[in-house]
T-cell receptor
Framework: QQQVKQSPQSLIVQKGGISIINCAYENTAFDYFPWYQQFPGKGPALLIAIRPDVSEKKEGRFTISFNKSAKQFSLHIMDSQPGDSATYFCAAGTQGGSEKLVFGKGTKLTVNP | DAGVTQSPTHLIKTRGQHVTLRCSPISGHKSVSWYQQVLGQGPQFIFQYYEKEERGRGNFPDRFSARQFPNYSSELNVNALLLGDSALYLC?????????????FGPGTRLLVL
């Protein structure tokens, strides 16, 4: 069964701190790994995505680290802000064919001022 | 540019009824996918349509069906509603071409089955 395991379930960080969310996958056919941010009552919004030919991708305060051999990837949010408080989902999918994304269960991030 | 739009925003139905949810993709996008998000969980894939053809189907019963129209908009239909169908139903669109499959989600339709 295709699964993506995400941890922690919830995370509390002080303003200015680093938030780290981890995900692990099983299916080696996955070759596309996006992260989505979701605010209450809204649909998920794409934050950043990575493909397995690179080990790290940075966009502003958000960085994805990817470890292909361990089948793990993580999201780092630098200088976390109260406005970052949301639920974050990692996902995995394959290029070509069906665009099915398999999502983790989510991490609720709270950034205290 | 308008993002993915979905209608209605909220819906209340009773068990056994039928529901139709609608989605309009981002202009230029030819692929539409449907996901179910139960409270406290990540979205679960239901269907993907590209150029009006079903390209993928998740592990959902036959009570769930969908279609895509020539203008690339899409409908998700659910028959014989169960209490467990209560969820946020998300539509996502993409160009549908390889390496251009970034999916953009709409705000969702929140369905409550009583």
């Amino acid at each position: 069964q295709q699964q993506v395991k995400q941890s922690p379930q919830s995370l509390i960080v002080q303003k200015g701190g680093i938030s780290i969310i981890n995900c692990a996958y099983e299916n080696t056919a996955f070759d596309y790994f996006p992260w989505y941010q979701q605010f209450p009552g809204k649909g998920p919004a794409l934050l950043i995505a990575i493909r397995p030919d690179v080990s790290e991708k940075k966009e502003g305060r958000f960085t994805i680290s990817f470890n292909k051999s361990a089948k793990q990837f993580s999201l780092h949010i630098m200088d976390s802000q109260p406005g970052d408080s949301a639920t974050y989902f990692c996902a995995a999918g394959t290029q070509g064919g069906s665009e099915k994304l398999v999502f983790g269960k989510g991490t609720k991030l709270t950034v205290n001022p | 540019d308008a993002g993915v739009t979905q209608s209605p925003t909220h819906l209340i139905k009773t068990r056994g009824q039928h529901v139709t949810l609608r989605c309009s993709p981002i202009s230029g996008h030819k692929s539409v996918s449907w996901y179910q998000q139960v409270l406290g969980q990540g979205p679960q894939f239901i269907f993907q349509y590209y150029e009006k053809e079903e390209r993928g189907r998740g592990n959902f019963p036959d009570r769930f069906s969908a279609r895509q129209f020539p203008n690339y908009s899409s409908e998700l239909n659910v028959n014989a509603l169960l209490l467990g169908d209560s969820a946020l139903y998300l539509c996502a669109s993409s160009f549908g071409r390889e390496r251009k499959q970034t999916q953009y989600f709409g705000p969702g339709t929140r369905l409550l089955v009583l």
